[in-house]
């Protein structure tokens, strides 16, 4: 994130769970935000998680019982190969309060436990919808959506791209430029990228062909718009990538009789 103040708007780049959740946090503590995605709709690769969210130290694991904790949280994913301690310690410490703030701001039914791979406790959380990645997701988007219809709080701008970001003199981000029916407009204010990964980018000049030219030969379940647009624009003005290299690859999706050959599927969860 770019920090420029003061400023009247927080500019959100990604509709997808991350996106939501920035442009809502910000509407929260009193701010504006204007989020832009590519696509028609916002929900990016967020929508299609089938587990659940993982958090530690929730109130849906004290009301049942479940003895867990941020320690061994963190404990679990530094033995699953995580090589920076320090942002395990972010994304573990704070998952409990992650989890119970979708609960509290979004009346989500998050109450159902389950013990994942990997985990030492019953600490996946979802409802009882199957899709608990739309779930989650769609509320945090409604919520903006009312937000944005019944105040100047927020803007959605969707079928937007953003392909470059705005420098002033001192070498600080201030806005953006993105392209919307042929046309350029800019926004100004702090930029919060949210734009997810690159494994739909099969060009010969896409992170991927750079970071991992061995996979390009396979398909992918990400969306098409996973393009690595935001990585791009941040390493465009001297931002620095790490473990771009890091490319899950998963066993199984689902093929298409008609369309075999087809480098977008749908995973097949286990």
């Not at 119970?100 to 996946?124: I, M, Q, Y």
């Not at 509320?139 to 791209?161: G, H, N, V, Y």
Request: net charge neutral; aromatic share 6%; with cysteine.
């Amino acid at each position: 994130m770019a920090t420029v103040f003061p400023t009247n708007q927080a500019i959100v780049v990604g509709g997808g769970l991350g996106g939501m959740s920035a442009a809502n946090t910000v509407v929260e503590n009193g701010g504006r935000t204007v989020l832009i995605d590519k696509s028609s709709f916002c929900g990016g690769n967020s929508t299609k998680a089938t587990s659940g969210i993982n958090g530690a130290e929730t109130k849906a694991q004290k009301e049942k019982g479940v003895d867990d904790s941020i320690a061994l949280f963190t404990s679990d994913t530094l033995k699953g190969g995580a090589k920076k301690p320090e942002l395990v310690k972010i994304l573990c410490g704070n998952s409990g309060a992650d989890v119970d703030w979708l609960v509290e701001k979004f009346n989500l039914d998050l109450s159902l436990l389950a013990r994942l791979g990997g985990h030492s406790a019953p600490r996946t959380h979802r409802g009882k919808e199957r899709f608990p990645g739309m779930t989650i997701t769609y509320a945090l988007i409604q919520m903006l959506e009312k937000i944005a219809e019944r105040t100047d709080k927020a803007r959605i701008i969707t079928k937007a791209r953003v392909h470059k970001l705005l420098m002033n003199s001192s070498g600080v981000c201030v806005g953006l430029v993105y392209e919307k029916g042929g046309l350029d407009f800019q926004e100004h204010g702090p930029v919060i990228l949210a734009t997810g990964g690159f494994g739909a980018d099969f060009t010969q000049n896409s992170l991927l062909a750079q970071y991992r030219p061995d996979l390009m030969h396979l398909p992918t379940t990400n969306g098409e718009h996973c393009t690595g647009d935001g990585i791009k624009m941040g390493e465009a003005i001297g931002g620095k990538s790490v473990d771009l290299e890091w490319v899950q690859v998963h066993p199984t999706g689902l093929v298409k009789p008609d369309d075999p050959d087809a480098k977008i599927k749908f995973l097949a969860a286990e």
